[in-house]
């Protein structure tokens, strides 16, 4: 069974950086061709598409974090990252890790970040 764990979340000022990581396990052979990325979601909101990287390295973002944040993955450890720059307030928000392979999609448990000074 695929499961996700998320890590580095935390609290940092606007203009600050934060990388999170999304570290996935039971990832078999079936699963070997797959999109790892990002979603978050604030208060109030629906949850929305930060960015995703495929096991090729091809990534897409969203304009909101376009030349802000970096996703990068590490196959060998079937690890995700997200290099998080120039830290906004609306920025805040609990960030999901995702990951979708053979029309199954999976998701991590969450963590927050918050920016604020």
């Known amino acids: 069974q695929v499961q996700l764990v998320e890590s580095g979340g935390g609290l940092v000022q606007p203009g600050g950086s934060l990388r999170l990581s999304c570290a996935a396990s039971?990832?078999?052979?079936?699963?070997?061709?797959?999109?790892m990325g990002w979603y978050r979601q604030a208060p109030g909101n629906q949850r929305e598409l930060v960015g995703t990287?495929?096991?090729?390295?091809?990534?897409n973002y969203a304009d909101s974090v376009k030349g802000r944040f970096t996703i990068s993955r590490d196959n060998t450890k079937n690890t995700v990252y997200l290099q998080m720059n120039s830290l906004k307030p609306e920025d805040t928000a609990v960030y999901y890790c995702?990951?979708?392979?053979?029309?199954?999609?999976?998701w991590g448990q969450g963590t927050q970040v918050t920016v604020s000074s």
């Open positions: 990287i495929t096991s090729g390295g091809t990534t």
């Open positions: 039971g990832i078999t052979f079936r699963f070997r061709f797959n999109t």
């Open positions: 995702y990951l979708g392979a053979a029309t199954m999609e999976y």
